[in-house]
Structure formats: C-alpha cells, structure tokens
C-alpha cells in the first residue's frame, strides 16, 4: 500500500475509535437520564432478579465482578431503596438481597444494557465473523497497551459512569 493511504486507513481507525466511544457514553448518558441508575446498578438489579434472593458472591460470580464492586453497588441501591436486605435462613451473618417493588417496575421498563444489544448482534454473526472481529480488537487493545487494564462486562464509557456509581 502507498504510504498516502496509511494516513487516511489511521484516521478512519481512529475515527471509528471515538464513535465507539462516542455511542457508549452517549447510551450510559441516557440510561442514567431514563432510569436514574449507571449501567453497573441496573446490571446488578436484574441478577438480583434472576438470582432471587441474591447474596454478594452469587451476584459477583454472576457479573465478573469482585465482591467489594458489589457490595459497593449494592450499598447504593440500598440507599436508594432498590432493594431489600435480609438474614440469610441458615447463616444468620449472610445477607441475601430482593428487588423491592419500584426495582422490579424499573427493571421491568429499563431499556436493555448496551452490552445486551450488543450481543444480540454479535449472535447474529458467523464464526468467522466474530473470531476476526476478537482478534481485530485483542489486536487494537494491544496498540493502546491496553490488555492488562481489568475491564468490566458492562459497556460503559469509564470513569465517568462507573464514577457516578461511587457517589452517594
């Protein structure tokens, strides 16, 4: 390939970098202005609702996540009156958690998480399909020296979503 090329095959890469970017923040943006929770939040109520009732391990295994980011999540949502905390029927020092009311009805209405369209899609393709678009993007992770950062199973847009989950 000319070297002409290559400045216009960077700028496109990049290009469809930031609009990545770009529609992961400006989903998160919306979930939290349609269901006043982040991504992680909502991730956390539904396996709660599918888990019923859910303790802080299960709930970690079921998301990727480490306890202490569940139990940090769980903490908020208690705060916000999502869920419920009781003793654990066998082991009194165990909490299990249920969805109240108003989090079945926002679970209920929330739009899916971006990570579940996303799969959807990505079902929608062949093998061979998905197998170059992993490679392509270990490929780019690996540019950016990326592929050492934990990431989490939510597509959010960073700091700023999973920072506004640390608020309180």
């Not at 999502?82 to 003793?87: E, F, G």
């Amino acid at each position: 390939m000319p070297d002409a090329n290559l400045g216009g095959l960077e700028e496109e890469i990049l290009r469809s970098i930031r609009r990545i970017v770009r529609a992961i923040e400006m989903y998160s943006q919306c979930l939290v202005n349609q269901v006043g929770l982040t991504s992680p939040q909502l991730s956390v109520l539904k396996a709660v609702q599918r888990l019923d009732p859910a303790t802080p391990t299960t709930i970690a295994r079921e998301l990727s996540l480490s306890q202490p980011t569940v139990s940090g999540i769980l903490d908020r949502l208690h705060a916000k009156q999502l869920l419920q905390r009781d003793s654990h029927a066998e082991d009194r020092r165990m909490r299990t958690h249920r969805l109240t009311a108003e989090a079945a009805r926002l679970v209920q209405s929330a739009p899916p998480l971006l990570q579940e369209s996303f799969l959807r899609g990505l079902s929608d393709l062949q093998d061979w399909e998905r197998s170059m678009l992993l490679a392509s993007l270990q490929r780019v992770a690996g540019l950016m020296d990326a592929e050492s950062l934990e990431a989490h199973p939510f597509l959010t847009s960073g700091t700023a979503p999973l920072g506004a989950d640390l608020e309180k």
